[in-house]
């Protein structure tokens, strides 16, 4: 049962645009909200995160959305630049859930063109 | 701290054939996890454990077999290797509640 889904699953911007990447999530238990960015090559890291207290969490040019009531939570990406191009992935995870397991969307891949 | 470490980077293995991905933390990490990533797709956990000597299942353990004798390391198991199973493994630990430290990946083909 796919409990998270992203889209869409693959985005092109250009430089200085703006780069917008939704989720959607079905389990209501879900309280914590990770976007993670992933380079070729590379494992996944954390990006910013959201707790559902908070409609909307800023980090330098990157900003999450959250939407409680349509279960739904957004990254954008402000003043996208050539740098940003990679696969973003949303997650959710639950503090009943043992583990803090994540549960993740399919990614989308950015890619920002010069 | 290295954060999260990994080896082999790469291996080829043949159908039946066995081996172990290893995984190390250093950052006294309670909770680690193994992670597969396949082209295209999302990361599907395979196992996680909370703490030395428990583990538990993922969403898709079936092939695999882990332990956890050290908070420090996590070794994966892969027996009776299948074409099935290629793909990229990647390793993770945390804290309850906070963001997940990522290893670098094994990427492993099954031929």
């Known amino acids: 049962q796919q409990q998270v889904k992203q889209s869409p699953q693959s985005l092109i911007v250009q430089k200085g645009g703006i780069s917008i990447i939704n989720c959607a999530y079905e389990?209501?238990?879900?309280?914590?909200f990770p976007w993670y960015q992933q380079f070729p090559g590379k494992g996944p890291a954390l990006l910013i995160a959201?707790?559902?207290?908070?409609s909307e969490k800023k980090e330098g040019r990157f900003t999450i959305s959250f939407n409680k009531s349509a279960k739904q939570f957004s990254l954008h990406i402000m003043d996208s630049q050539p740098g940003d191009s990679a696969t973003y992935f949303c997650?959710?995870?639950?503090?009943?859930?043992?583990?803090?397991?994540?549960?993740f969307g399919e990614g989308t891949q950015l890619t920002v063109n010069p | 701290n290295a954060g999260v470490t990994q080896t082999p980077k790469f291996r080829i293995l043949k159908i039946g054939q066995s081996m172990t991905l290893q995984c190390t933390q250093d950052?006294?990490?309670?909770?680690m996890y193994w992670y597969r990533q396949d082209p295209g797709m999302g990361l599907k956990l395979i196992y996680y454990?909370?703490?030395?000597?428990?583990?538990d299942k993922g969403e898709v353990p079936n092939g695999y077999n882990v332990s956890r004798s050290t908070t420090e390391d996590f070794p994966l198991r892969l027996e009776l290797a299948a074409p099935s199973q290629t793909s990229v493994y990647f390793c993770?630990?945390?804290?309850?509640?906070?963001?997940?430290?990522f290893g670098p990946g094994t990427r492993l083909t099954v031929l």
């Open positions: 993770a630990s945390t804290e309850p509640l906070a963001g997940k430290f």
């Open positions: 389990n209501t238990a879900f309280d914590y």
């Open positions: 959201i707790r559902p207290d908070v």
């Open positions: 997650a959710a995870s639950s503090q009943e859930t043992s583990g803090s397991r994540l549960t």
């Open positions: 950052m006294n990490h309670n909770y």
């Open positions: 454990s909370v703490g030395a000597g428990i583990t």
